[in-house]
């Protein structure tokens, strides 16, 4: 089993920032990718951002430019950090960490951290 430990998220001014972390900690053979999703009210949860083993990274539309994923594999710990933050990314924000031994693969998620963004 894996664990996966959320930090970061607050309350902030738009224009302002934020940095997520998530550490994973448990049985970890191997781990495929790390990413970030959220959900706001009344919405489906989204992808924000993720990161591959060998260091690639996809975001989306809404997020890039402002925000930047990183990983630290010594401490498998991925880091989400949101810069001109804007109303519209309010929401739980869920880290995600896709494990991996042999030919399986697990999905294993946090359980959230609020990002409020609001005057």
């Known amino acids: 089993q894996v664990q996966l430990v959320e930090s970061g998220g607050g309350l902030v001014q738009p224009g302002g920032s934020l940095r997520l972390s998530c550490a994973a900690s448990?049985?970890?053979?191997?781990?495929?990718?790390m990413g970030w999703y959220r959900q706001a009210p009344g919405k489906q949860r989204e992808l924000v951002a993720d990161?591959?083993?060998?260091?690639?990274?996809n975001y989306a539309d809404s997020v890039k430019g402002r925000f930047t994923i990183s990983r630290d594999n010594a401490k498998n710990t991925v880091y989400l950090e949101m810069n001109s933050l804007k109303p519209e990314d309010t929401a739980v924000y869920y880290c995600?960490?896709?494990?991996?031994?042999?030919?399986?693969?697990?999905?294993?998620w946090g359980q959230g951290t609020q990002v409020t963004v609001s005057s």
């Open positions: 995600k960490c896709v494990t991996g031994i042999f030919t399986s693969t697990y999905d294993y």
């Open positions: 448990g049985r970890i053979f191997r781990i495929n990718s």
């Open positions: 990161i591959i083993s060998g260091g690639n990274t």
